[in-house]
């Protein structure tokens, strides 16, 4: 299985709202990753996820809580986002140390209202 | 600091063959990674070069000069499928577990 999967693939909400974003992996990686990605750019790394441990946080704005329950599991909480956050929310995975080669999910489309 | 080059954008016919160059200034350099993402899609890990010379995947090939600080992306028999952007990545080199994205060549097959 070398799939990377993302719920929900949509999502909209409100300034006050608080939300979450799910991403799940079954090849046994376990380095995960978050990244945000505009239209026409690349994407841009958010959070990086160790065995379960953040290893990096690229000075990204509280309102973006990251959470890591198990090796298989990522999770993105949302709250009192601005509309300039409104992207597509990439969830990614590699084995530990090979950063190089990462695996990527769908996404979540975002819009903040 | 870190910084990738490449082209904005390309423009080829189906059948033809492109060259995507990535030119790289790193602090440590571990090795240079290709990613295909097409319009509305997520990115796909493409290729790995760590040492110097050419990897080549069905027809799909991926060249390093460490002296150079340079890479490129070779594809082959061009078929409409491979519109899409392309980026080039490299490992931060004090940071292991990030990867460093150039800002994507985008690739228009013409029939």
């Known amino acids: 299985d070398t799939e990377v999967t993302q719920t929900p693939k949509h999502l909209v909400m409100g300034m006050t709202n608080k939300k979450s974003l799910k991403c799940e992996q079954h090849?046994?990686?376990?380095?995960m990753y978050w990244y945000k990605q505009k239209a026409k750019k690349p994407p841009e790394l958010m959070f990086v996820y160790s065995y379960e441990k953040l290893s990096i946080n690229e000075s990204v704005p509280s309102r973006f809580s990251p959470e890591c329950p198990n090796s298989s599991l990522l999770n993105l909480h949302l709250h009192a986002l601005q509309p300039e956050d409104s992207a597509l929310y990439l969830c990614?995975?590699?084995?530990?140390?090979?950063?190089?080669?990462?695996?990527f999910g769908p996404g979540t489309r975002l819009t903040v209202t | 600091g870190q910084s990738l080059e490449q082209p904005s954008e390309v423009t080829a016919v189906e059948g033809a063959i492109v060259q995507i160059n990535c030119t790289y200034q790193t602090s440590g350099f571990y090795g240079l990674s290709w990613y295909q993402q097409h319009d509305g899609g997520a990115p796909t890990f493409l290729s790995y070069n760590a040492l110097d010379g050419l990897e080549e995947t069905g027809r799909f090939s991926s060249f390093l000069s460490r002296s150079d600080s340079y890479g490129y992306l070779l594809l082959q028999e061009l078929q409409m499928k491979d519109s899409a952007s392309y980026f080039c990545a490299v490992r931060a080199g004090n940071q292991g577990g990030k990867l460093i994205f150039g800002q994507g060549t985008e690739l228009s097959v013409k029939p």
């Open positions: 090849m046994g990686h376990r380095a």
């Open positions: 990614a995975s590699s084995r530990a140390g090979e950063s190089y080669e990462q695996y």
